[in-house]
């Protein structure tokens, strides 16, 4: 996931795309295109072997294979059609995702090529008739689709409505990534995921969702962590990536993995009302690394669940990936390669920026790279691979308190000032009530009105005491990071205008609150 360099909260850089933490942008650069070898290129990507002219592309099965295949495919529409007008099909298919046959990433078996393809048969032409007769897809390009494999990785807010627009479309087969499983706050943007499915992995959801779309496509569920060990095996199965992930080490695995690979990476980010798409590693154009040669630093990294996101953004970016995916895949049009495509959601906007072409010296698509194989990306980068463990470590184990710990001293009715740093749209959504709420970014600008309420509220809370000792800030926010960053600052303020303040962060912070003291305290 990502965000726009303009991304609210400024300095934020995006754990999909990298940037916010901008690339250099050169304007007025030529694309790199390498007409020598484009058409061998794209074929080896695709996986489809283009059918000459005098193939036919009829509707009537010519041997008997295809015979067999139209058959199996009539029968299959039939029995679908057959329980869509009992009603109650997904009442049925509630616990389908039990079902899908897994594949393995710990050291991913060698699936079976896709059927060699000459012609479509009677149902495919009726069910892809509103695409085949587009003259730049065509016959070709639909058989062409059907040759393809898509591997996507994380299938969140971006991979389920490309996953969903690839299956539709008639792509031969998907391997589906994920380590997850679903969740209340994934359903508002994760659309393959329906409430019956909270707390099965995304893997398996999201192939059971699309295989009622679309049972012609061969899914192949991995549930886990895409890890540098087996990513490489895993890509080289498939013809096109699409990178769905939402954190920075899965970003650069995934493209390494690519460029090792010799596929097209499609990659996609989505943060608060921003996105951004680009394609990688196709038709000599730049790789991820060859843009975002270092990683941003760990704490300037803002994911959805803290800069939030808007399901239709994450599903537009998710639409535009499957479109590029389709593009490559089927041969037609131009891909968006060597440019980034950037939408802004309040303005309605979407942008085309030109990219630097693939450099030289790139680590890894350069001419003398230095990443000859997969590494630790996670020691790369400072950060998980997973935005799940996101806890930073500022502040030494004194300085901080649990919630068990502040819940004892509330009630023992100990003196003292509760800060709650978060964003004024995060206090909107629940707050302690006895909390004073200044916003993290005030205190970092030393904002004097904010301090000044600071001031007073110690001064009306030493009033209530004789004790003598500075009275302690606990401070708070929705996970236990930003406090940290609060807790420093006030520890940091001149003793002589504010006189001392002792600031402790409250460790897990709200979220922690609410799981470990009271379950009625919102999640969010
Ligand atoms: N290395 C990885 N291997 C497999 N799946 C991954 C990897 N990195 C990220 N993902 C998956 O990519 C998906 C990204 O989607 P998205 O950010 O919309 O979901 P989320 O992490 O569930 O959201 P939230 O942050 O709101 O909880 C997630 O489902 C996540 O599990
Ligand atoms: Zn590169």
Redesign the pocket.
Known sequence: ?GCGPRSAGGSASC??CASGWRPSWRGGDTAEQEEDGERERDEAACGARQPSAAEPARGDAGDAEDEDGARGLRERLAAELARGDSGDADEEDEDDDEEEEEGSLGFPAELPPLPARSALSAAEILRYSRQLVLPELGVRGQLRLARSSVLV???????CPLAQYLAAAGVGRLGL????VV?T??LQ??VLHGEARRGRP?ARSAAAALRRLNSAVQYVP?R????PRSALRLVRQYDIVAD????V??RY?VSDACVLAGKPLVSGSALRLEGQLAVYNYRGGPCYRCLFPRPPPPDTVT???DGG?LGAV?GIIGCLQALEVLKIASGMGSSLSGYMLMFDALEGRFRNIKLRPRKADCAVCGDSPSVTCLQDYEAFCGSC????CRALQLLPGADRVSVQQYKALLDARVPHVLLDVRPPVEAEICRLPHALHIPLRSLQDRDQESLQRLQNRIGEEKQRTDDQTPLPVYVVCKLGNDSQKAVKILQELPAEEFGSVVAKDIKGGLMAWATKIDSTFPQY
């Not at 990785?153 to 991979?159: A, D, E, I, Q, S």
């Not at 769905?244 to 954190?247: G, I, M, V």
């Not at 691979?385 to 799940?388: I, L, Q, R, W, Y």
């Open positions: 996931r754990a999909g990785v994380g299938c969140g807010g971006l991979g990534v994920d380590h997850d969740e706050s994934n943007r994760q995304k991995y886990g962590a895409l890890r769905c992930s939402d954190n080490p899965t695995l994911n959805c669940a996101v994450t691979a997973t935005d799940k």
